[in-house]
């Protein structure tokens, strides 16, 4: 299925951006620029302020005396990082991990208690390192590589829910992993996972968020006499009438509509003040 321009979908930046790699001999300018990279990538695209730096491995860096994942591990192993995702949720720390790690979404509720089984033992660099040991991590970016978001592109033999989490997880590439996100330190993708549930993939614009199962609402009895029902994903209620008390009520709502409902539910979910992020046939 076609979904249009990457610049619709937030990840044109990352088309046209060729991946990163140390070769020796490289110039200190040039390391520096693969460090910001790294910085970039293992903390979520997050603003790192000068006396954040890991200025021991970075030397270890320049000096040619660590590799690219090695620095990697080093970033990812800091209190830095752990300050900004250890106390997230297991689960949200989890798919926070494959993004910046692997630059996916987790394929399978498999994946993520394997992880969590790591977590239970207490040992969080193990967790790191199940990651930039694994097979997967040297097959896709090797020594030399930095890290970069991959999971947007479909891949021969690649999980397609994974494709479609992978867009819950990067809303584009100017967005961090926990600012400007409605989720913020939640799990976004547990129940998805659990379920093998895909999403929709919307513009970054639309910010919705997978409800919880008991907010979808089927309207009518059943479907239309043509057996036709469309559903429909809102989000961004605007509180015109339904709360005076807040400027703005952000709220997800899945309906499933018959078709011949459909033009009249679309007319109530503006007027209402809602925002249509995706209408597609059950």
């Known amino acids: 299925m076609p979904f249009g321009p990457a610049s619709r979908l937030g990840v044109s930046l990352f088309d046209e951006t ?9 110039s200190d300018e040039e390391a520096e620029i693969l460090i910001q990279a790294v910085y970039r990538q293992v903390l979520g695209n997050a603003y790192v302020m000068e006396s954040e730096r890991l200025t021991v491995p970075e030397s270890q860096f320049k000096r040619g005396e660590l590799s690219v994942r090695e620095f990697v591990r ?3 192993k800091s209190d830095l990082y752990f300050s900004r995702f250890g106390d997230t949720p297991r689960y ?10 692997l630059g996916r979404a987790p394929n399978s509720y498999d994946e993520m ?14 967790e790191i390192d199940s990651y930039l040991d694994s097979d997967e991590y040297q097959n896709t970016f090797g020594e030399n590589l930095v ?17 479609t989490h992978t867009f819950q997880l990067v809303r584009g590439a100017s967005t961090s992993s926990l600012k400007g996100d409605l989720a913020g330190k939640s799990p976004k ?20 968020r997978n409800p919880p199962l008991g907010s979808r609402v089927r309207l009518g009895v059943g479907a239309s006499e043509e057996g036709k029902v469309f559903r429909i994903e809102v989000t961004g209620y605007r509180a015109n009438a339904v709360n005076r008390v ?22 109530r979910i503006h007027r209402q003040g809602g925002v249509i992020a995706s209408i597609t046939p059950v």
Do not use: C
């Not at 790591?118 to 660099?125: S, T």
């Not at 890290?147 to 494709?163: C, D, N, Q, V, W």
């Not at 807040?246 to 007319?267: A, D, G």
């Open 246 to 267: 807040s400027k703005f009520r952000r709220s997800n709502q899945v309906y499933l509509v018959p078709f011949e409902k459909l033009s009249e539910e679309y007319q």
């Open 113 to 126: 208690k394997a992880h969590s089984a790591i977590l239970d033992a207490g040992n969080f660099e193990a």
């Open 147 to 163: 890290p970069y978001i991959r999971g947007y592109k479909t891949e021969a033999l690649s999980h397609m829910i994974g494709f």
């Open 18 to 26: 060729p991946p990163l790699e140390w070769v020796p001999g490289r």
């Open 92 to 101: 949200r720390f989890i798919e926070l991990n494959f993004r910046h790690l």
């Open 189 to 208: 993708l547990n129940s998805l996972v659990i379920s093998a549930i895909p999403t929709p993939v919307v513009p970054p614009g639309s910010t919705f």
């Open 74 to 76: 080093a970033v990812a």
